[in-house]
């Protein structure tokens, strides 16, 4: 049985259920601390979560991470091109690998090999495992928020 949807892109279907269950927002907000403890710049977190939302098409989480990227210093020049990164010259190769490995987790289901070794071996020259294991996490947390506000059409810039 389908059924349709009444409401638009622009309305909510629901209240974001990380606010509606009790413990939730709070569970988020302790992947989300120890993913920021572990020594990566906010700027590099911030863009990492708006590729992230850019490829999940979560405009909600496209937003929030634009406003947060803002606040960590980063230019508009580097948020108008996170999504083309390979094609601008404004990212890092420390931040290249971080958006490579956040495509590829991002992608799991794209190919057999989801996060092929030259991608693993990029991402280790640049980031120690304390370093990789707050990445890893803060991708998985940003999928977390896509996956919640995607499907019950979350508004940007309402927040939950």
Do not use: K, Y
Request: hydrophobic share 45%; charged share 20%; proline share 6%.
């Amino acid at each position: 049985m389908t059924t349709s949807s009444t409401t638009t892109p622009l309305e909510a279907r629901m209240s974001n259920p990380a606010a509606l269950l009790p413990g939730v927002g709070e569970a988020i907000g302790g992947l989300v601390g120890a993913a920021r403890s572990g020594g990566l710049p906010e700027s590099l977190l911030a863009l990492v979560h708006l590729r992230v939302s850019l490829i999940n098409g979560c405009a909600s989480c496209v937003h929030g991470g634009s406003r947060d990227a803002r606040a960590a210093g980063e230019s508009d020049e580097r948020l108008a091109t996170v999504g083309v990164w390979r094609e601008a010259p404004w990212f890092t190769d420390a931040e290249r690998a971080a958006l490579d490995l956040a495509e590829h987790v991002t992608r799991l289901a794209d190919r057999g090999d989801a996060v092929p070794d030259p991608v693993w071996a990029e991402a280790t020259r640049h980031f120690d495992e304390p370093g990789l294991a707050a990445l890893l996490l803060w991708i998985a947390t940003s999928n977390l928020f896509n996956r919640l506000n995607v499907p019950t059409r979350q508004v940007a810039g309402t927040g939950w």
